[in-house]
């Protein structure tokens, strides 16, 4: 009897109107060193949309297997497409990915997997003590053409040094604890299953609503500085408004995880290192766009914090997502 290799590393990127970025992601994948065994494309159509002929050329070009599974987008849901596509993968990891994030170099996909075997950051073989490693997510660096304010708070985010987040950690870390993205994370397919999977119909913020149920169920999330993807917007006001309007409504949604924990002082905490960052640059002239951003982030939070005072009309006119409250 031949015994089969076990598969290490399938990847999941849920696609909707992609652009070159996409096929930029593909390529990249390619050329990893730990090649993953395939890659599940959960893509995303309109009803009348006609097929992609440059998404054919990127598959037709990828020498990793890559499988697609097409939803509409009434289908589609930030936790809910996520576990479909992970019913597709039966590696031990699965690499959760968005279509606009570009692996830097060919060492990502090796260095997302350093914490669950060998030494890191005293964790040992994926356990850190008694708590076994459930994540491992790695760190944006801003694209080019990225604003400089917006290159500050990818820093802020996601600093130089890795490190592993527990349970312990929320006294002196707070909601950052359960800070991790799906823009760039690895799960451990078994334990990812046993956990619940990603919540479904929810509006936003999958990745750390799980992180959060896991790090309260005593997992620890790795976060791999040196797993690098180039990935930043510059959002306007108005979407950064949106955007945190949705991120306020998925924690009041989710209080089981976010209840009791403030993430306000993160937020003024990160506004006041920017504000000094631009000073000390010669950047004061930015200060200005500084101010308009962090109130249009602030007030979309704040609201959204709120949304159930809110009426159904206003709600819609905030939110990002304006299919989610079709059945709200």
């Known amino acids: 009897m031949i015994n089969k290799k076990p598969k290490t590393l ?10 070159a970025k996409l096929g930029h992601l593909l390529h990249m994948l390619n050329r990893q060193k730990l090649q993953p065994e395939k890659i599940v494309l959960m893509v995303t159509k309109e009803e009348e949309e ?13 020498q990793i297997p890559v499988e697609r599974h097409v939803l509409s987008k009434e289908e589609f849901d930030h936790g809910g497409t996520r576990n ?7 590696s031990r990891f699965v690499l959760c990915m ?4 570009i692996p830097e170099n060919e060492w990502m996909t090796e260095e997302l997997l350093k914490p669950f075997s060998g030494t890191f950051c005293g964790a040992e073989d994926g356990y850190l003590g008694n708590t076994e490693l459930l994540i491992s997510y790695g760190r944006q660096i801003p694209a080019k053409g990225c604003r400089l304010i917006e290159q500050y708070t990818r820093g802020f985010n996601y600093p130089e040094e890795s490190r592993i987040k527990t349970k312990a950690d929320i006294p002196k870390l707070g909601i ?3 800070f991790a993205s799906n823009v760039c994370a ?9 956990a619940g999977g990603f919540p479904e119909k929810t509006i936003f913020n999958e990745d750390m609503i799980f992180a959060g149920r896991a790090v309260k169920a005593g997992y620890g999330i790795a976060y791999a500085a040196d797993a690098r993807v180039l990935h930043s917007h510059n959002l306007s006001g108005r979407e950064q408004f949106h955007r945190n309007f949705d991120l306020a409504v998925s924690q ?13 002082g993160e937020g003024v905490r990160l506004v006041k290192a920017t504000a000094l960052y631009l000073i000390n640059g010669g950047n004061g002239y930015q200060l200005p766009l500084l101010f308009w951003m962090s109130v249009c982030k602030y007030t979309g939070y704040l609201l ?12 819609r006119a905030c939110s990002m997502n304006k299919r989610y409250w079709r059945n709200k």
């Open 84 to 90: 479909r596509g992970m019913s597709f993968c039966d």
């Open 98 to 101: 968005t279509q606009d994030a």
């Open 10 to 19: 399938d990847v999941l990127i849920p696609v909707y109107c992609p652009d």
């Open 50 to 62: 006609k097929p992609c002929a440059m998404m054919e050329r990127w598959i037709s070009e990828s």
């Open 252 to 264: 009041a949604e989710h209080p089981e995880v976010f209840g009791g924990i403030r993430s306000e």
């Open 304 to 315: 959204g914090k709120r949304y159930r005072r809110l009426p159904a009309r206003l709600i």
């Open 186 to 194: 690895v799960y451990k397919r078994e334990l990812f299953l046993q």
């Open 176 to 178: 950052k604890t359960f």
